[in-house]
């Protein structure tokens, strides 16, 4: 006998108040135990078929379908809305896929399907009929992306108006697949695997997606303790196929935010660690914050295989390499910005670098000489200058290269080293043979990485097929100029597949974001993301731009905006304010000052920068400030060396934006002075 849970009662589970889920967690648990209910009260839903509530108090319900050795619970409420929500569904084996599905009954949900459509009116006054978008397709097309055979007729008549009422109603795969013919996709890219004869039909690839076997208490008490995003332990079948593949090389996850990459990433973690007896996976990003978070959630993802914790660790990959080299070579000393600021001041001080300013060799230094630790003059004169489009003549660049060697010597008379030179030490040393520890390595925000890191990688990856998995958006990359992966040891070409299924962003937020980039995005070695097809898997509302004459309008429109998200049961926690920069965290604080609130407290109001908000999630985001001359930060290019650069610094403000926008759920309000940002009337303009 199985005991088995569905997403929809993971949803509902965490809708009730913590002493009422306390109540359920205990029910379920018994029926682990004994899932044919002996001792708890049972009654069967006249209604519908298979489907059972179990009593957890006087007023709780748990619904739960009974088949053979099958027990699954599917929902949980209140006694009158479970009844009513079990008396409108049926779990069913789709006919021609094989995968079990829970189906609304379509008689139970017409008013959701029927609505007048606006007229239009023809040539000669007459009205239109309302557009059928799905009329042209056959009952073959529907069934073989998994349209129940009752819903043909509902979808093939269903007219425009009425489509968002429709995907609500369907299973995941054909909502969908739908979606995505409608926004111009292809049905024939979403025809669902066909089960084998006989198969469990809880164990396909979509199935899976939605209800999961329960094979000890531990594993019920992790999914039910610490339940976090649904698709964690529900996988998505793309999702699942690129976790768990047998890879022949690096490999890597892409699509745009909200498409799951890094619970794609952990999953793969986890898949490693337990299919390899002798692994030692890193798993890993790029910045202290978000290796936290992950660390958060493999401990949730893990909490019923504690054992797998011992053969995974979580933290950043600057981390992991800086305890190799003090393993191997002693402690580093790492240089700051401000070490070579003022080298760089010293070098011109004494003649160097003729013609040549300081922010130009400072950042000739940072994006290309120490990016690619280039040590002499010969390999500067070849090093890639990607983003760093003005060409230098041989004065010029002997000029500079002065200055580099005179910084390079004031470190190693200072006995301090560049990040570079910390991973080219240490990828040295694993050439040489020294163990590095781990046979697998997992990077999340892989589009981040630095070109040292990449390097290392590289060398990693060589060692076996399937050692590097990496996750990321080329489109949210905000911290380093583009380069070439390959020309660096790391090859994915033929390896990199892209998500196209949206769990985090709604439809209306994750259309509007979508426009500050373009529709398809090539890295340097030139794989291309396609961010058309991306689909959202629920809706909210449309995102509001709001362009104010004073920073007091601003700030008293940003706390309505909170007001609202509070009297919508929202807690403070799940509430984001962002802006460009530090200089405008000002703002931010009094606008929710305004709302009545306390910036101090810890579970309050998270007030951020958008670099600091990267790889975070909110049900509400405001991005404030949004000025003319602050997003793009004019002071950052001002401060631009090269003039040929403005155009790299532009793509990755937008890229900014982007994430900026994309940290929210449900509600996102973007604000600014007058006239705004330029990119805003990108936000306004039609698709």
């Known amino acids: 006998m199985n005991l088995l849970w569905s997403s929809t009662f993971t949803d509902a589970l965490g809708k009730l108040a913590p002493q009422e889920q306390k109540q359920v967690k205990l029910t379920a648990t018994d029926l682990l135990f004994d899932p044919k209910g002996n001792g708890i009260q049972l009654h069967r839903v006249e209604k519908t078929q298979g489907l059972w509530t179990a009593r957890v108090s006087q007023d709780l319900r748990i619904v739960l379908h009974k088949d053979g050795d099958h027990t699954l619970l599917v929902y949980v409420g209140h006694h009158d809305e479970a009844y009513r929500w079990a008396e409108r569904r049926k779990l069913v084996q789709h006919e021609r896929t094989g995968a079990m599905q829970i189906v609304e009954l379509v008689e139970r949900v017409e008013e959701r399907l029927i609505y007048t459509d606006r007229i239009v009116e023809g040539d000669h006054g007459q009205p239109l009929p309302a557009p059928k978008p799905f009329a042209g397709l056959s009952d073959d097309q529907l069934l073989d992306v998994g349209v129940p055979r009752d819903w043909l007729e509902p979808v093939q008549q269903a007219p425009e108006a009425s489509v968002d009422g429709l995907f609500d109603s369907l299973p995941d795969e054909a909502a969908e697949a739908l979606l995505d013919f409608l926004t111009g996709g292809r049905l024939e890219d979403h025809v669902a695997v066909q089960a084998a004869p006989g198969s469990d039909p809880y164990t396909h690839p979509d199935a899976q997606r939605r209800f999961r076997v329960l094979e000890n208490v531990e594993e019920l008490q992790a999914a039910l303790d610490q339940p976090f995003e649904k698709w964690a332990v529900f996988l998505h079948p793309a999702q699942r196929s690129l976790a768990e593949r047998d890879w022949s090389g690096p490999a890597r996850v892409t699509g745009s935010a909200g498409t799951g990459k890094t619970i794609v990433a952990l999953h793969r973690a986890v898949h490693i660690a337990r299919e390899q007896a002798d692994a030692r996976v890193l798993l890993t990003t790029f910045s202290k914050p978000l290796a936290v978070s992950l660390g958060r959630k493999f401990e949730i993802l893990t909490e019923a295989e504690p054992s797998l914790r011992e053969k995974v660790q979580v933290r950043t990959l600057d981390q992991a390499v800086y305890d190799l080299h003090t393993k191997y070579f002693g402690q580093?000393?790492?240089?700051?910005?401000?070490?070579?600021?003022?080298?760089?001041?010293?070098?011109?001080?004494?003649g160097l670098g003729a013609g040549l300013t300081p922010e130009f060799l400072f950042e000739e230094w940072d994006e290309v000489v120490d990016a690619w630790?280039?040590?002499?003059?010969?390999?500067?004169?070849?090093?890639?200058?990607?983003?760093?489009?003005?060409?230098?003549?041989?004065?010029?660049?002997?000029?500079?290269?002065?200055?580099?060697?005179?910084?390079?010597?004031?470190?190693?008379?200072?006995?301090?080293?560049?990040?570079s030179q910390v991973f080219a030490r240490v990828q040295s040393g694993e050439e040489a043979g020294q163990p590095l520890g781990y046979t697998h390595v997992v990077v999340d925000e892989a589009q981040d990485l630095s070109v040292a890191q990449v390097k290392f990688l590289g060398a990693i990856s060589k060692g076996q097929d399937d050692a590097l998995f990496l996750a990321g958006d080329i489109g949210q990359r905000i911290f380093h100029l583009p380069f070439s992966w390959t020309r660096l040891g790391l090859d994915i070409r033929g390896r990199s597949h892209a998500l196209k299924v949206n769990y985090r962003t709604s439809h209306q937020i994750r259309s509007m974001a979508d426009k500050l980039l373009p529709a398809t995005i090539a890295d340097m070695d030139g794989i291309e993301e396609g961010r058309r097809g991306t689909v959202s898997i629920f809706d909210g509302p449309d995102p509001r731009l709001l362009l104010v004459e004073s920073v007091e309008q601003e700030q008293e429109a940003v706390a309505k905006f909170i007001l609202e998200c509070l009297d919508a049961e929202m807690t403070q926690a799940e509430i984001g304010v962002l802006v460009r920069g530090d200089a405008q965290l000002g703002r931010a604080r009094d606008a929710v000052r305004a709302a009545g609130l306390d910036v101090r407290d810890d579970a309050g109001v998270a007030i951020a920068t958008m670099h600091e908000a990267k790889g975070l999630e909110f049900r509400a985001v405001v991005v404030m400030a949004c000025d003319e001359h602050v997003v793009p930060d004019s002071k950052r290019l001002a401060m631009i060396g090269d003039v040929a650069d403005l155009e790299a610094a532009f793509e990755t403000e937008r890229h900014l934006l982007y994430v900026a926008c994309t940290r929210a759920r449900d509600r996102l309000l973007v604000t600014g002075l007058e006239p705004g940002s330029e990119f805003l009337d990108d936000l306004t303009s039609r698709s």
């Open 332 to 350: 580093p000393s790492i240089a700051k910005s401000s070490h070579i600021r003022a080298a760089i001041a010293d070098a011109i001080k004494a």
């Open 373 to 419: 630790n280039v040590t002499e003059a010969g390999a500067y004169a070849v090093v890639p200058r990607i983003g760093r489009r003005t060409r230098l003549g041989p004065q010029q660049r002997d000029a500079a290269w002065s200055v580099f060697e005179f910084v390079r010597e004031r470190l190693e008379q200072r006995a301090v080293m560049t990040w």
